[in-house]
């Protein structure tokens, strides 16, 4: 099935997202970043998920509890009070240190977090545009002027749908682009069947899954 093509996408802004928040920017002309929404709690507005040994893993961002409700994502604040950083670092480098290319994209990415952004949106904001750049995606970034609640048919609104609780299929699954890469904790050969018959591959996780095991070619995966 070839794949989507579209004249924009408009995406939350989302903390190391999934692949298949990368797969729609791939496909498309440029990349809209929602700034005017309220902030929304258990999203990837604030959370990643990371393959451990123990299986899939979510890291979230606390935030400054005070602002958790009826704040514009733009105004979000970090809470550095709590020691996440230190545990986020240390889980990535857990999960991924074994892999071909974990230490070469963690020199780009870990002194971004290390910089410690007061705002959530600010902090995702560089951590995309460096992963923009590590996965050769040369895709204009716009943030939004207002909030839009109705889009035209040709931009792909991932708002609600690029999101840890949507129920129906990735945008990798629909366009048949879910390819098995090896991961470090599955120790398999990738897409093989485990003893239940099922794919032991597990998909759309962060986008440093992807990176820390297909390095320079894991921009090839997303087109």
């Known amino acids: 099935?070839?794949?989507?093509?579209f004249s924009a996408c408009l995406l939350t802004t989302a903390y190391l997202p999934p692949v298949d928040y990368f797969f729609a920017i791939?496909?498309?002309?440029?990349?809209l970043l929602e700034q005017h929404?309220?902030?929304q709690k258990q999203s990837?507005?604030?959370?990643c998920r990371i393959l451990s040994a123990g299986g899939p893993e979510d890291l979230s961002i606390p935030i400054v509890k005070e602002e958790r409700r009826s704040r514009p994502i733009r105004d979000i604040r970090i809470d550095y009070g709590e020691p996440w950083l230190q545990h986020h670092i240390?889980?990535?480098s857990a999960a991924y240190n074994a892999s071909a290319y974990y230490d070469y994209y963690a020199?780009?990415?870990?002194?971004?977090?290390?910089?410690?952004?007061?705002?959530?949106?600010?902090?995702?904001?560089?951590?995309?545009?460096?992963?923009?750049?590590l996965l050769d995606l040369s895709v204009p970034v716009a943030l939004t002027e207002r909030y839009e609640p109705g889009l035209p048919g040709d931009v792909l609104d991932g708002r609600a749908r690029i999101q840890p609780k949507y129920k129906g299929e990735s945008l990798l699954a629909e366009y048949g682009r879910e390819q098995a890469y090896y991961q470090v904790f599955v120790n398999r050969i990738p897409g093989q069947a485990g003893d239940d018959g099922a794919s032991t591959f597990i998909p759309n996780l962060s986008i440093l899954d992807l990176l820390s095991a297909e390095g320079p070619d894991a921009g090839k995966y997303l087109l």
Do not use: Q, T
């Open 44 to 47: 990837w507005r604030s959370r």
């Open 107 to 133: 020199d780009d990415l870990l002194p971004i977090l290390e910089k410690k952004p007061a705002f959530l949106f600010d902090l995702n904001l560089a951590l995309l545009e460096k992963l923009l750049v």
């Open 90 to 92: 240390r889980a990535f």
């Open 26 to 31: 791939a496909h498309s002309d440029r990349l």
């Open 37 to 39: 929404e309220n902030y």
């Open 1 to 5: 099935m070839s794949g989507p093509h």
